[in-house]
T-cell receptor, first 107, second 115 residues
C-alpha cells in the first residue's frame, strides 16, 4: 500500500516562530488533507488540497502532486497551534494517514 | 463542529465485554470510515461503508464488526475486548468514495478504556 511519511516527527518552537511541515507519499494520489489533532484528541480539518496552494489565516499549504509531497506552513505560531499535525491521502477508498508531526509551541 | 456525531464520548468497560460505538455522518455524506488510534500512535484504518455497503477493509480484527444502516448511521461493534483494544475510535464521513473521495470530516471520537 501507499506509504505516507511526515517530517520532522517532533518540533519545539518559541511562540511567534514560523515552521514548515512536510508530507511525502509514495504513489499518485487524487486527494490530500491536512489535519490538526489538538491536545484533547479532536481532529480538525485544516486543508483539502489535492494540488496547488491554499491559505487560511496564518496557515498555508502547498501540494505538488507530480513530485509526491505536500507542505504545511505555520506562521507566527501561537500556543494553541500545539498538537499533532497529520496529512492523509485518499487511495483505494480510504484515507491513509501519515506518521504525524508533534508541534509544541512554548510561550 | 464537523457535523459528524459519535456516541458515546467515553466508554470504560471490562475485558471480555462487548461494546457498540455509534456514528452519524454529516448530512448528505454517504461514506463512513472507522479509524483506531492507540496511545500516541497514528490513525489506523479499520473499515469503510458507502451507502450501506462495505467498500474497503483495513486491519480490522475478527472480533470487530461494523455496519451502515439505511439511514446512513454506522455502528462499530467490538467484542471479547482486550486491554490492547483501549484506544480512541474515530468515525469520518465524506460524500464520495474511491479516488473520488471528497473532503472527509471526523467526529470527536470515542475514547474506549478496557480495564
Amino acid at each position: 500500500g501507499i506509504q505516507v511519511e511526515q517530517s520532522p516527527p517532533d518540533l519545539i518552537l518559541q511562540e511567534g516562530a514560523n515552521s514548515t511541515l512536510r508530507c511525502n507519499f509514495s504513489d499518485s494520489v487524487n486527494n490530500l488533507q491536512w489535519f490538526h489533532q489538538n491536545p484533547w484528541g479532536q481532529l480538525i480539518n485544516l486543508f483539502y488540497i489535492p494540488s496547488g496552494t491554499k491559505q487560511n489565516g496564518r496557515l498555508s499549504a502547498t501540494t505538488v502532486a507530480t513530485e509526491r509531497y505536500s507542505l504545511l506552513y505555520i506562521s507566527s505560531s501561537q500556543t494553541t497551534d500545539s498538537g499533532v499535525y497529520f496529512c492523509a491521502v485518499a487511495t483505494n477508498e480510504k484515507l491513509t494517514f501519515g506518521t504525524g508531526t508533534r508541534l509544541t509551541i512554548i510561550p | 463542529d464537523s457535523g459528524v456525531t459519535q456516541t458515546p464520548k467515553h466508554l470504560i468497560t471490562a475485558t471480555g465485554q462487548r461494546v457498540t460505538l455509534r456514528c452519524s455522518p454529516r448530512s448528505g455524506d454517504l461514506s463512513v470510515y472507522w479509524y483506531q488510534q492507540s496511545l500516541d500512535q497514528g490513525l489506523q484504518f479499520l473499515i469503510q461503508y458507502y451507502n450501506g455497503e462495505e467498500r474497503a477493509k483495513g486491519n480490522i480484527l475478527e472480533r470487530f464488526s461494523a455496519q451502515q444502516f439505511p439511514d446512513l448511521h454506522s455502528e462499530l461493534n467490538l467484542s471479547s475486548l482486550e486491554l490492547g483494544d483501549s484506544a480512541l475510535y474515530f468515525c469520518a464521513s465524506s460524500v464520495g468514495i474511491g479516488d473520488g473521495v471528497t473532503e472527509a470530516f471526523f467526529g470527536q471520537g470515542t475514547r474506549l478504556t478496557v480495564v
